[in-house]
């Protein structure tokens, strides 16, 4: 798995996620974890890559009834 390339422990790996999807800032998540604030910033830049092949690759749909998703493509 990507987890294995990772210089994090599972649990920072599970709360850095954690803490990206609910929009604190990278610095505050280095700080809360004890680590360089680049060690951050290079996993949520290998996570969007990730996310970006598996969607990129997949054919599958946002969204669901009723549900308005918006999509900015600035890749």
């Known amino acids: ?12 790996i599970v ?11 990278q610095k505050n998540i280095a700080a809360m974890l004890g680590v360089n604030h680049n060690t951050i910033q290079d996993f ?3 996570l969007r890559e990730e996310y970006s ?3 990129i690759h997949t054919d ?5 009834n009723n549900i308005r998703v918006q999509v900015n493509n600035y890749m």
């Open 44 to 46: 949520a830049n290998f």
């Open 53 to 55: 092949k598996k969607f």
């Open 60 to 64: 599958s749909k946002l969204g669901g």
């Open 15 to 25: 709360s850095v996620i954690y803490f990206l999807c609910a929009g604190v800032i």
């Open 1 to 12: 798995t990507f987890f294995d390339k990772s210089r994090l422990e599972l649990k920072q």
